[in-house]
């Protein structure tokens, strides 16, 4: 394979530096495998060497740079979303933070004040509103008082709700 070299320019250092063709551009030195398929986006030609090793492209940057994680993308709101009703905070490290990292706010205002949600038991709005979660608002019950609680607030809104 003849070397080549190539001027490129670094986006860490932002000068000019001389990469050897058929070696990755990060600086690592190593060799990279040749394309197996022309890539326009990535800057790469079928049969010609790589530009970077699988995972090198990245090096240098902040973790997350090629997308806008968490408060550094545009549409960050300061991590509060509704959903289902509820007002979620995000709390990845909370023992009952969902998949995306997520509590809803009635609980974490409830442990904040001091009272322990025991397992088995989730906070109750009492005026059904899911969006209030002011501390006069909220009781802790268990999922089955919940339920009938629920179901007792149906009958009130609606007596034929269960229709048989």
């Known amino acids: 394979m003849a070397v080549i070299q190539i001027p490129l320019v ?8 001389l990469v050897k063709f058929g070696f990755c551009h990060c600086g690592c030195g190593e060799k990279t495998s040749i394309c197996r398929k022309t890539s326009t986006r ?12 699988a995972s090198h492209g990245m090096r240098g940057k902040p973790n997350n740079a090629s997308r806008n994680a968490g408060v550094a993308h ?10 289902q009703g509820y007002v979620w905070l995000r709390a990845p490290k909370h023992p009952y933070a969902n998949g995306w990292g ?3 706010r009635a609980r974490i205002v409830l442990e904040k004040v001091g009272i ?3 397992k088995g038991s989730m906070p109750h709005h009492i005026d059904n509103n899911k969006m209030n979660d002011c501390l006069k608002n909220l009781q802790v019950v268990t999922q089955s008082e919940h339920s009938k609680l629920t179901v007792k607030n149906m009958d009130l ?5 269960r229709k048989k």
């Open 10 to 17: 670094s986006n860490t250092m932002q000068k000019e530096i």
């Open 42 to 53: 990535r800057g790469v030609v079928k049969g010609l060497p790589n530009n970077f090793i």
């Open 74 to 83: 545009p549409k960050w709101k300061g991590g509060k979303i509704i959903s």
């Open 102 to 104: 997520y509590v809803k």
């Open 116 to 118: 322990f949600i025991p």
């Open 157 to 161: 809104i609606n007596p034929n709700w």
